[in-house]
């Protein structure tokens, strides 16, 4: 059984994976890179459309619109910039173990994502 090995904005899971195989807490099986895209981009995909559903249920639909159903509102639209900002940006950056779009976009990608792990 082979483990991934990863490398994610300069820190490296290596020491990680061993230590997890050596306890046998986790497992991580070895994909290949296409299936993890592939994966990533289903999770996307579904997770935007989702998310564009509850917006337009909300807008369309007055009896939704109260206090509860607000706040997950504001959930979805948090999810759908997770969806369509950071999530291909972090995968192409994992992938390659590159950044290439400068640092203007790294400091917006880094705002929409990391302020949304502190909850």
């Known amino acids: 059984m082979k483990f991934l090995h ?9 020491e990680a994976v061993k ?3 050596q306890n046998n ?3 991580v099986l070895h994909l ?3 299936s993890i895209v592939f994966l990533y981009g289903l999770v996307c995909t579904f997770g935007a459309l989702a998310n564009l559903v ?6 369309r639909t007055s009896n939704l619109r109260n206090l509860r159903n607000s706040f997950i509102v504001n959930l979805a639209c948090s999810d759908l910039l997770l969806c369509v900002v950071t999530a291909p940006v972090t995968l192409y950056t994992s992938a390659n173990a590159f950044w290439p779009f400068g ?3 790294c400091k917006v990608v880094s705002f929409f ?5 502190t909850l």
Request: hydrophobic share 45%; glycine share 6%.
């Open 25 to 27: 807490y986790f497992w």
């Open 103 to 105: 640092d203007i976009a």
């Open 6 to 14: 990863l490398r994610f904005y300069g820190f490296d899971n290596e």
């Open 32 to 34: 290949k890179g296409s």
């Open 19 to 21: 230590t997890q195989a």
């Open 113 to 117: 994502c990391f302020p949304r792990q």
């Open 54 to 59: 509850v917006l337009f249920a909300f807008i």
